[in-house]
């Protein structure tokens, strides 16, 4: 197997972090893909990064081909320049289905509704310590559709004197994000809205008994030219997933 989908995510990862100057007031979080199998099966994950943003994910099949997903982030990230801090949570349902002449290709799509809550506090250095310039505080809502493609390569990769399973992935994601309050230094000014795309690729290694480390990485575009809600924060994360049930 080449693995020039992993070393192609990475330079995404890259370009995307020279493209955008991290300004939003938005953070995405990290998307569910469980690459569900049958009925019953129960996917678990959770992902950071280096801005301390921690996203969590869970997923149930229900059926043979629906499933149901609720996704989290948090977080809580101080320095000399800006204190961020961001809670979201989301849900969702959708069908997944599996393909291929192996039957080793996953194709998924959800739709879902998310809530959350953003401070941003900028400062700067003074005489007296860190002094405060500006504060931004919003609460905003979503809705999301999202689509998976997923393929599986079976002890692909040769490490220590074991052979892993590779997965590798992209997830598509539009959100229609509104903002429901925003307030600069604790006054009201106008609201923002904005349709988001958001583009995800990830790579996962398998580590047996339904562990798997995933790499993740992508961007955000932004449909309209705001001032706060807008495209920033390219996603790269490194997580751990559990896949369990199954009938």
């Not at 990475?10 to 995307?16: D, H, P, R, S």
């Not at 393929?151 to 490490?159: F, H, N, Q, T, Y």
């Not at 220590?160 to 590779?166: A, C, E, L």
Request: glycine share 12%; with cysteine; proline share 2%.
């Amino acid at each position: 197997m080449k693995y020039n989908k992993l070393g192609y995510g990475m330079c995404v990862g890259v370009f995307a972090c020279s493209l955008y100057s991290c300004s939003s007031i938005y953070m995405p979080n990290v998307p569910s893909a469980p690459m569900f199998t049958e009925a019953g099966e129960v996917y678990v994950s959770g992902n950071i990064n280096t801005k301390a943003n921690v996203s969590a994910n869970l997923g149930v099949a229900v059926t043979d081909h629906v499933a149901v997903i609720a996704n989290g982030s948090y977080v809580d990230n101080k320095s000399n320049t800006k204190d961020y801090a961001q809670k979201m949570g989301e849900a969702g349902i959708g069908y997944y289905t599996r393909f291929g002449r192996k039957n080793n290709r996953v194709f998924e799509v959800y739709g879902g509704y998310g809530l959350g809550t953003t401070s941003v506090v900028d400062k700067r250095s003074s005489t007296m310590g860190q002094a405060i310039v500006e504060t931004q505080d919003m609460d905003f809502d979503k809705v999301f559709v999202q689509v998976n493609f997923s393929s599986e390569k079976k002890d692909a990769l040769k490490l220590f004197g074991n052979r892993h399973d590779i997965d590798y992935g992209t997830i598509i994601r539009l959100s229609n994000m509104r903002m429901k309050n925003f307030a600069i230094d604790g006054l009201p000014v106008e609201k923002e809205d904005n349709m988001l795309i958001e583009p995800v690729f990830y790579t996962r290694m398998g580590l047996g008994k339904g562990w798997k480390l995933q790499y993740t990485n992508g961007m955000v575009f932004g449909f309209k030219s705001n001032t706060y809600l807008k495209a920033g924060y390219p996603l790269f994360t490194l997580g751990v997933l559990y896949k369990f049930g199954g009938k």
